[in-house]
């Protein structure tokens, strides 16, 4: 016999595979990118940009462009200068930290190649470009700091002059016995890594129209961003307008992975130049302004040593990571939150005590570097991963031998990493177990083994990972950044009876409009479809953190979640007084007002509104109705809700052509309660193959001079269909206790693991040809060196 | 210099038929078909990812080809039939696909997603039984980088699938 289960009741989303109401739109050509806006007397943006990594500007020459009709305006960084205040990408709880101040256009200098000196706008972009042609800047190069090592080097050029060196932040962690547990260890094993800086590359690049009232004063800016927001709240107080009269709005949004979250210069100075225009101003970068201005990430170089004993058992771990950002921290979030990150998820996993790490953030003549979807997650779980496996083979056990005599025991949360991460509750060896099934590991050992026979060179590689979601002020508010932690929502019930959601967080396609949708419809006891989403525009919703580093189911979804019990307790009460009853005694069924112990249907819900909004009349005397709840939630308990899986990767090696060919991939994961399951595999799924991408294409490739020199969609590869594999899913839920709803993050957790399971699976198949691999991308090239054969 | 505007910006007329109208339209020569359909059209459904051919988000269909917005000038298209994301939405055309996209989730942001539908189209136009492998391949000219590909991939070929049972049944007999 079937038992019911919560899924039987109506209304019950939450935990069910709902389609995105909001994805026909999309489906059908009909949505509404900033791309695509186009606002009366709208004027057009170029820019032209810096030849040099590092260069003074010895003067310009406007005149010419000046001149070409169509041409509105040319302004430099001296134009902008004058309206706009500079901005510091520094936070107070990064002790020591440095960074230059910035304007949307450098006065004297230019910090490296891409970088936007002069903005001519124009009747249209092409008009635009053409007067780009007629200006001259006179450039006296400087020496370029290019190369990471070199940059640590001392007497090395400075990126800035003004400082004291390249370093732009250093922090150590120790929490004590590392020589110790390494000089009594059984094994002690060592590695060097290398990760590549790679760019998260959304389809539509980025995008912004602002739209100055002089009369009024007041600011509209259409951005294609994650966190409107913030840049409300930075638009206001660096052009000096009351935050009152800065509206940004962020419609339909081509891809973001985090890098729509920072302060870009020419989106700065866009804001600028339509408030010296008085008239709307559009840009849209294209792509290889795109490769050249969007933020890049992950450009580390770590040194790892383990110790374990004699059965395996970790003891320690001692960690050196530098890694280089470009000339300056990014605003507001810094450029140093991916190290800060890397150092402390480093074993985050296991169960150990002593643990070191030193982390050097130093500055170089290359493109900013900042929060790009798990941030920092694939470097640690490379690191870490690599490393386990490394032991293992010392020791001479399994992988996942290895693994299950060290992850955290399910049985001992709450507890805390060496790093002092505190964990509610992580679930690693049941999520080890499942892998082990969902794999049929033992097969795909006996067909490895079979096909060595016949030189095909298989790898099977697996990743434990923590994830950190539903981050508290811990991760920007203590460091004075005002990126807000909470989120709001306002809930209406329409007079026909309908729901209407105005929420914080935004959407940018991993449906966040759906699950707070669901969220409401289950809560209230309505049909999904009767709920409205509205997300993102500041206008509109309460102000709130937005959609990033995973927090719009859990902490979006709870905001949602305690809107909509507090507007329902609002309609019942309203229903008690119409139907002579207590509140208590009714619920809200499918649009109906029932009696909870009967059942019965009392009431419609439309019916309640109808006489709220137009026959208040026929209400008790001093009723009023609250129809409309607005509501915030901030995360409270844990710092973060911590999330964990593992994932498997099985690949092939070519070891003629070093060509890499992925044949599955699996995942077991954990975000909590799951609201929307197919929306969940399916964040995993784009996260894995953003990892992979990483894994074995993604590179920003610079020349000695510190030239981009593959800026292009046909020269930087990316995961394409072809070469991706079908993904296998599987879930555990571990809710958090922190919130009624339960839900954490997963839109980092594929990525997170993705590209340390392709590492361990190449070395896996290069094991029996004393070949090893440290670096990623795994390029054929770096594959053939690591055989001797290139 | 020249104060006037750019010779480049002299206007040509081009005549097509859009999604089954005849339209005409002033267009700079340099003016590429993308940006002819999104500016002078407003059909901004077609979008451009890279201008370069290499991401697919521009496909339209000219005289039921796919071709890349991107890579031709609007005048190259002078008399052509031309078909977008738009008019194949409203003919049903590809009512299926859309469909079978939504109720995966073959789609995120959805920037990409008309593209992969003009090619998915053209796909299940020439073969009807694809294997994965032959889809995966036939959107090797599509960048998505929000899904992964496999919901894509599984919403191509439960079409092709529903197309061959519905054609099998209407072929055959009694």
Same mark, same amino acid.
């Given at each position: 016999?079937?038992?019911?289960?919560?899924?039987?009741?109506?209304?019950?989303?939450?935990?069910?595979?709902?389609?995105?109401?909001?994805?026909?739109?999309?489906?059908?050509?009909?949505?509404?990118? #900033?791309?695509?806006?186009?606002?009366?007397?709208?004027?057009?943006?170029? =820019?032209?940009?810096?030849?040099?990594?590092?260069?003074?500007?010895?003067?310009?020459?406007?005149?010419?462009?000046?001149?070409?009709?169509?041409?509105?305006?040319?302004?430099?960084?001296?134009?902008?200068?004058?309206?706009?205040a500079p901005w510091t990408g520094t936070l107070d709880h990064f002790k020591g930290m440095t960074s230059e101040p910035q304007l949307p256009l450098p006065l004297?200098?230019?910090? *490296?190649?891409?970088?936007?000196?002069?903005?001519? $706008?124009?009747?249209?972009?092409?008009?635009?470009?053409?007067?780009?042609?007629?200006?001259?800047?006179?450039?006296?190069?400087?020496?370029?700091?290019?190369?990471?090592?070199?940059?640590? &080097?001392?007497?090395?050029?400075?990126?800035?002059?003004?400082?004291? +060196?390249?370093?732009?932040?250093?922090?150590?962690?120790?929490?004590?016995?590392?020589?110790?547990?390494?000089?009594? %260890? /059984?094994?002690?094993?060592?590695?060097?890594?290398?990760?590549?800086?790679?760019?998260?590359?959304?389809?539509?690049?980025?995008?912004?129209?602002?739209?100055?009232?002089?009369? !009024?004063?007041?600011?509209?800016?259409?951005?294609?961003?994650?966190?409107?927001? &913030?840049?409300?709240?930075?638009?206001?107080?660096?052009?000096?307008?009351?935050? /009152?009269?800065?509206?940004?709005?962020?419609?339909?949004?081509?891809?973001? =992975?985090?890098?729509?979250?920072? #302060?870009?210069?020419?989106?700065?100075?866009?804001?600028?130049?339509?408030?010296?225009?008085?008239?709307?101003?559009?840009?849209?970068?294209?792509?290889?302004? !795109?490769?050249?201005?969007?933020?890049?990430?992950?450009?580390?170089?770590?040194?790892?040593?383990?110790?374990?004993?004699?059965?395996?058992?970790?003891?320690?771990?001692?960690?050196?990571?530098?890694?280089?950002?470009?000339?300056?921290?990014?605003?507001?979030?810094?450029?140093?939150?991916?190290?800060?990150?890397?150092?402390?998820?480093?074993?985050?996993?296991?169960?150990?005590?002593?643990?070191?790490?030193?982390?050097?953030?130093?500055?170089?003549?290359?493109?900013?570097? +900042?929060?790009?979807?798990?941030?920092?997650?694939?470097?640690?779980?490379?690191?870490?991963?690599?490393?386990?496996?490394? /032991?293992?083979?010392?020791?001479?056990?399994?992988?996942?031998?290895?693994?299950?005599?060290?992850?955290?025991?399910?049985?001992?949360?709450?507890?805390?990493?060496?790093?002092?991460?505190?964990?509610?509750?992580?679930?690693?060896?049941?999520?080890?177990?499942?892998?082990?099934?969902?794999?049929?590991?033992?097969?795909?050992?006996?067909?490895?083994?079979?096909?060595?026979?016949?030189?095909?060179?298989?790898?099977?590689?697996?990743?434990?990972? $923590?994830?950190?979601?539903?981050?508290?002020?811990?991760?920007?508010?203590?460091?004075?950044?005002?990126?807000?932690?909470?989120?709001?929502?306002?809930?209406?019930?329409? @007079?026909?009876?309908?729901?209407?959601?105005?929420?914080?967080?935004?959407?940018?396609? &991993?449906?966040?409009?759906?699950?707070?949708?669901?969220?409401?419809?289950?809560?209230?006891?309505?049909?999904?479809?009767?709920?409205?989403?509205?997300?993102?525009?500041?206008?509109?919703?309460?102000?709130?953190?937005?959609? *990033?580093?995973?927090?719009?189911?859990?902490?979006?979804?709870?905001?949602?979640?305690?809107?909509?019990?507090?507007?329902?307790?609002?309609?019942?009460?309203?229903?008690?007084?119409?139907?002579?009853?207590?509140?208590?005694?009714?619920?809200?069924?499918?649009?109906?007002?029932?009696?909870?112990?009967?059942?019965?249907?009392?009431?419609?819900? %439309?019916?309640?509104?109808?006489?709220?909004?137009?026959?208040?009349?026929?209400?008790?005397?001093?009723?009023?109705?609250?129809?409309?709840? !607005?509501?915030?939630?901030? @995360?409270?308990?844990?710092? =973060?809700?911590?999330?964990?899986?593992?994932?498997?990767?099985?690949?092939?090696?070519?070891?003629?052509?070093?060509?890499?060919?992925?044949?599955?991939?699996?995942?077991?994961?954990?975000?909590?309660?799951?609201?929307?399951?197919?929306?969940?595999?399916?964040?995993?799924?784009?996260?894995?193959?953003?990892?992979?991408?990483?894994?074995?294409?993604?590179?920003?490739?610079?020349?000695?001079?510190? &030239?981009?020199?593959?800026?292009?969609?046909?020269?930087?590869?990316?995961?394409?269909?072809?070469?991706?594999?079908?993904?296998?899913?599987?879930?555990?839920?571990? @809710?958090?206790?922190d919130t009624i709803l339960g839900a954490k993050g997963c839109g980092e957790a594929g990525t997170a693991a993705a590209s340390a399971c392709v590492l361990n699976?190449?070395?896996?198949?290069?094991?029996?040809?004393?070949?090893?691999?440290? %670096?990623? @991308?795994?390029?054929? /090239?770096?594959?053939?060196?690591?055989?001797?054969?290139? | 210099? !020249?104060?006037?505007?750019?010779?480049?910006?002299?206007?040509?007329?081009?005549?097509?038929?859009?999604?089954?109208?005849?339209?005409?339209?002033?267009?700079?020569?340099?003016?590429?078909?993308?940006?002819?359909?999104?500016?002078?059209?407003?059909?901004?459904?077609?979008?451009?990812?890279?201008?370069?051919?290499?991401?697919?988000?521009?496909?339209?269909?000219?005289?039921?080809?796919?071709?890349?917005?991107?890579?031709?000038?609007?005048?190259?298209?002078?008399?052509?039939?031309?078909?977008?994301?738009?008019?194949?939405?409203?003919?049903?055309?590809?009512?299926?696909?859309?469909?079978?996209?939504?109720?995966?989730?073959?789609?995120?942001?959805?920037?990409?997603?008309?593209?992969?539908?003009?090619?998915?189209?053209?796909?299940?136009?020439?073969?009807?039984?694809?294997?994965?492998?032959?889809?995966?391949?036939?959107?090797?000219?599509?960048?998505?980088?929000?899904?992964?590909?496999?919901?894509?991939?599984?919403?191509?070929?439960?079409?092709?699938?529903?197309?061959?049972?519905?054609?099998?049944?209407?072929?055959?007999?009694?």
């Open positions: 016999m079937n038992a019911l289960t919560s899924l039987d009741r109506p209304n019950s989303y939450i935990g069910r595979s709902v389609p995105r109401p909001n994805a026909k739109r999309l489906l059908a050509g009909r949505g509404r990118y #900033v791309t695509d806006i186009r606002l009366p007397r709208m004027l057009h943006a170029a =820019f032209l940009r810096s030849p040099y990594a590092h260069a003074r500007i010895i003067s310009i020459d406007v005149d010419a462009a000046r001149a070409l009709a169509g041409v509105h305006l040319v302004a430099t960084g001296a134009d902008i200068a004058r309206i706009c004297d200098r230019v910090v *490296w190649a891409g970088q936007a000196v002069v903005a001519v $706008v124009a009747e249209s972009r092409a008009l635009a470009e053409d007067a780009l042609e007629l200006i001259s800047i006179g450039y006296e190069e400087l020496p370029a700091v290019v190369d990471l090592d070199a940059a640590r &080097q001392p007497g090395t050029p400075r990126v800035n002059p003004s400082g004291t +060196s390249n370093i732009c932040f250093r922090t150590q962690l120790d929490s004590g016995g590392v020589d110790e547990a390494f000089a009594s %260890a /059984a094994h002690v094993v060592e590695e060097e890594f290398s990760f590549g800086r790679h760019t998260p590359v959304t389809l539509e690049p980025r995008a912004i129209v602002a739209d100055y009232d002089a009369e !009024s004063g007041s600011l509209t800016v259409h951005h294609a961003t994650q966190t409107p927001y &913030q840049f409300q709240d930075l638009y206001a107080r660096h052009y000096g307008i009351p935050e /009152a009269r800065v509206r940004v709005i962020a419609p339909d949004i081509g891809g973001s =992975f985090g890098m729509k979250l920072h #302060v870009y210069h020419e989106d700065m100075a866009v804001v600028g130049l339509s408030i010296l225009l008085a008239r709307p101003v559009k840009y849209v970068a294209d792509r290889i302004e !795109s490769f050249v201005s969007d933020i890049h990430a992950r450009d580390h170089h770590v040194r790892a040593r383990m110790a374990v004993d004699v059965e395996g058992k970790i003891l320690a771990m001692d960690i050196h990571d530098a890694t280089a950002i470009g000339a300056f921290s990014t605003y507001p979030r810094t450029s140093v939150v991916e190290g800060n990150q890397v150092v402390r998820l480093i074993g985050a996993p296991y169960d150990f005590k002593s643990y070191r790490a030193v982390l050097e953030v130093v500055f170089q003549n290359k493109v900013q570097t +900042s929060q790009y979807r798990a941030v920092g997650h694939p470097i640690a779980c490379a690191v870490t991963e690599r490393m386990v496996d490394l /032991a293992a083979s010392q020791v001479g056990i399994d992988p996942f031998t290895m693994r299950a005599r060290n992850v955290i025991a399910d049985n001992a949360y709450p507890t805390a990493s060496p790093t002092g991460y505190k964990f509610e509750a992580l679930s690693h060896e049941i999520c080890l177990q499942r892998l082990r099934g969902i794999m049929d590991y033992d097969a795909l050992r006996t067909e490895q083994a079979e096909l060595r026979q016949r030189g095909i060179h298989r790898g099977i590689g697996i990743a434990t990972f $923590v994830e950190i979601t539903n981050p508290s002020p811990a991760f920007y508010g203590v460091g004075g950044a005002r990126i807000s932690s909470q989120d709001g929502a306002t809930l209406s019930l329409t @007079p026909s009876g309908e729901v209407r959601c105005a929420i914080s967080v935004t959407e940018q396609g &991993q449906g966040t409009e759906a699950i707070i949708g669901q969220i409401v419809a289950d809560q209230l006891g309505v049909a999904q479809d009767h709920v409205k989403v509205i997300t993102g525009d500041t206008e509109v919703t309460p102000h709130g953190g937005a959609t *990033w580093a995973c927090r719009g189911a859990g902490i979006g979804g709870e905001t949602a979640l305690q809107a909509a019990r507090r507007l329902k307790a609002n309609i019942l009460e309203i229903a008690g007084l119409i139907l002579q009853e207590q509140p208590s005694a009714l619920d809200i069924i499918d649009g109906q007002v029932v009696g909870v112990a009967t059942g019965q249907l009392r009431l419609p819900v %439309a019916e309640i509104a109808r006489i709220a909004y137009f026959r208040s009349d026929t209400l008790p005397p001093g009723t009023q109705a609250q129809l409309t709840v !607005s509501h915030h939630f901030a @995360p409270q308990g844990y710092p =973060f809700a911590f999330t964990n899986g593992i994932q498997g990767c099985y690949l092939e090696v070519d070891v003629h052509t070093g060509f890499i060919k992925l044949l599955k991939h699996y995942v077991v994961e954990d975000c909590g309660r799951i609201i929307n399951p197919m929306l969940v595999d399916e964040q995993l799924r784009g996260g894995v193959v953003q990892g992979l991408g990483a894994a074995l294409f993604e590179e920003c490739r610079y020349g000695e001079t510190g &030239q981009l020199l593959n800026g292009s969609l046909a020269d930087y590869l990316v995961p394409m269909a072809m070469e991706m594999p079908d993904i296998i899913i599987d879930h555990v839920e571990t @809710p958090t206790a699976a190449v070395n896996d198949a290069l094991a029996p040809l004393a070949a090893s691999i440290n %670096a990623i @991308p795994i390029t054929p /090239a770096r594959v053939l060196k690591a055989l001797g054969r290139y | 210099m !020249s104060s006037e505007i750019d010779d480049a910006e002299e206007a040509v007329r081009v005549r097509f038929t859009v999604n089954g109208r005849k339209v005409a339209c002033e267009v700079a020569p340099r003016d590429t078909l993308v940006d002819c359909l999104r500016n002078a059209l407003e059909l901004t459904g077609t979008h451009a990812g890279c201008e370069m051919g290499a991401c697919g988000a521009c496909l339209v269909q000219l005289d039921g080809r796919a071709v890349h917005g991107c890579l031709m000038f609007a005048v190259q298209a002078d008399g052509a039939r031309i078909d977008t994301i738009e008019g194949l939405s409203e003919s049903g055309a590809i009512a299926d696909l859309q469909a079978e996209f939504h109720r995966r989730n073959a789609l995120q942001c959805g920037f990409c997603t008309p593209g992969m539908l003009i090619n998915a189209h053209e796909l299940l136009s020439r073969l009807t039984e694809p294997s994965r492998a032959a889809i995966r391949d036939a959107l090797s000219g599509n960048f998505c980088r929000c899904t992964g590909y496999e919901a894509i991939v599984d919403a191509i070929a439960a079409v092709a699938d529903a197309r061959a049972a519905k054609a099998s049944q209407e072929g055959s007999p009694g």
